[in-house]
């Protein structure tokens, strides 16, 4: 069987057995037997002469959950009542809810919470609008905005398609940073009234996450709407993805003992991700960076009608290389894959030079499989998770608008993204590092904390938060007496 058994096909099959103490091992034995992982054996109900067990497993596919059935089905005295897909019960009704932070137990409780209480404040930001940013959810609150065009990697998927996903973004914001973050799916994909919406609703949020919007209408987007809004905007499929990249890459270089202005960087895949990565590594020193797309390497040389294809062969590949990804990569340093699967070999890695780094990134299948690029490669990363040194945007982005969040930041900066890159690779300390683990878990609880106080310090040092404030003030208007 291709694949195995991962908690994304989790099942839980409740089946009747003969009552006995060889009836549990038994299940078990056959669902191991059937390729499934056990997680789970719970006896529910029990009698002197039958049981029902719930049997919880890890399965490949849905054809394989299907073919664990069977196989319980198949035991003597054993009968399958109902199979339970635990990824769809985790999604029934949605991942979120709303919770009031202050409950209502009195009238005088409902009079400030609400009517009349609560008409003085808005008449107070009314007429100090900046006070909103204290007085109401938008001190603490992220829209996760998308069209469902380029979700995961299902592609245009659709706005309710992509729905779970983004519940899905907005639980990690909350679960590692705080931060309360809501879905704003659009039923459209035309750039203009994606801006002009996300303009509208602006008022009640303190950032905006554009995610998953298709290049290369997501750079026409973010870029408008940085110029227009005064809260900060951010693409993760972009800056999250290339923050990590960063971070991952200078451990990798502590591990390899080579220097980010030395190395020679292939880069494959140049659409919204690469741009954002080739824009980062050479915001943090590096000299050397090749782009490479499907035609091969951008170089100057070729005319490019897209402005971000124009922008990388005018800043990178000094030397005007126009060969193709594996011909790049020989005699590179480090190879960073955003782009397709089994793009290169084992031995296309054998040619890159000695104590090499590969990041190959595309998902669920990369562009060379993360054992095959280990026979040559000191360093190896993937975008899975089953594999060590996974490069994944929730290192990233809950912890770096925590910090824009607390800053007040009107905007996200190259210098932001740069402090929150480098809190991410110090998260791991120098006795831990080691060619398997160069990012920290995306458990760990000081990521978060540690990338929100960086982004924090940055955006007063380049001028993009507001003034410091006690924590918790609020403006109040004047009381006479």
Request: glycine letters at 8%; a negative charge.
């Amino acid at each position: 069987m291709a694949g195995h058994p991962n908690p994304g096909h989790s099942i839980t099959l409740r089946v009747s057995a003969p009552a006995g103490m060889s009836s549990t091992s038994e299940l078990a034995v056959a669902t191991t037997e059937a390729g499934a992982a056990v997680t789970a054996l719970d006896i529910v109900e029990s009698s002197p002469d039958s049981m029902i067990v719930d049997v919880s497993c890890n399965t490949i596919d849905d054809d394989h959950a299907a073919r664990v059935a069977e196989a319980l089905g198949a035991l003597d005295g054993v009968s399958v009542q109902h199979v339970s897909d635990r990824t769809f019960l985790m999604h029934l009704g949605g991942k979120l809810s709303v919770e009031a932070k202050s409950p209502l137990r009195t009238r005088d409780d409902l009079s400030r919470a609400y009517t009349p209480g609560v008409a003085r404040v808005c008449k107070a930001i009314a007429a100090n609008p900046e006070s909103a940013r204290n007085l109401t959810i938008k001190r603490n609150t992220v829209a996760v905005v998308t069209d469902g065009t380029s979700v995961l990697g299902l592609g245009d998927i659709g706005p309710a398609a992509a729905m779970p996903v983004m519940e899905g973004k907005a639980v990690l914001f909350k679960q590692f940073a705080g931060v309360d973050a809501w879905p704003v799916c659009l039923d459209t994909k035309d750039t203009e009234k994606i801006i002009e919406i996300v303009k509208a609703i602006a008022p009640t949020y303190g950032g905006i996450n554009l995610e998953d919007i298709a290049a290369p209408r997501c750079f026409e987007i973010e870029r408008r709407l940085r110029e227009e809004l005064d809260i900060p905007v951010f693409h993760d499929d972009q800056h999250g993805t290339a923050i990590v990249v960063l971070a991952a890459l200078i451990n990798a270089l502590r591990v390899v003992d080579k220097k980010i202005e030395d190395v020679r960087i292939v880069v494959s895949g140049v659409g919204a991700a690469g741009h954002a990565i080739i824009q980062l590594l050479i915001a943090h020193g590096a000299r050397h960076i090749v782009g490479v797309a499907r035609k091969g390497a951008l170089h100057r040389g070729e005319t490019y009608q897209d402005e971000h294809r124009a922008w990388i062969a005018e800043h990178t590949n000094e030397e005007d290389f126009s060969g193709t990804l594996a011909e790049a990569v020989a005699g590179a340093d480090v190879f960073v894959g955003v782009s397709a699967p089994d793009l290169l070999t084992a031995e296309d890695i054998a040619t890159m030079n000695e104590r090499a780094v590969v990041m190959a990134l595309a998902n669920p299948d990369p562009e060379i499989h993360p054992v095959e690029a280990a026979k040559h490669a000191m360093v190896v990363a993937t975008g899975r998770s089953d594999f060590p040194n996974q490069i994944n945007n929730v290192l990233a982005f809950p912890g770096l608008f925590r910090g824009l969040l607390d800053a007040g930041a009107s905007e996200v900066t190259t210098e932001l993204l740069v402090a929150a890159a480098t809190a991410i690779a110090d998260c791991v300390d120098a006795d831990e590092l080691n060619p398997s683990f160069i990012v920290p878990s995306v458990f760990n609880p000081r990521v978060a904390k540690d990338v929100a106080a960086a982004v924090h310090q940055a955006a007063r040092a380049t001028g993009t938060a507001l003034p410091e404030t006690p924590e918790g003030a609020a403006p109040l208007p004047e009381v006479t007496p």
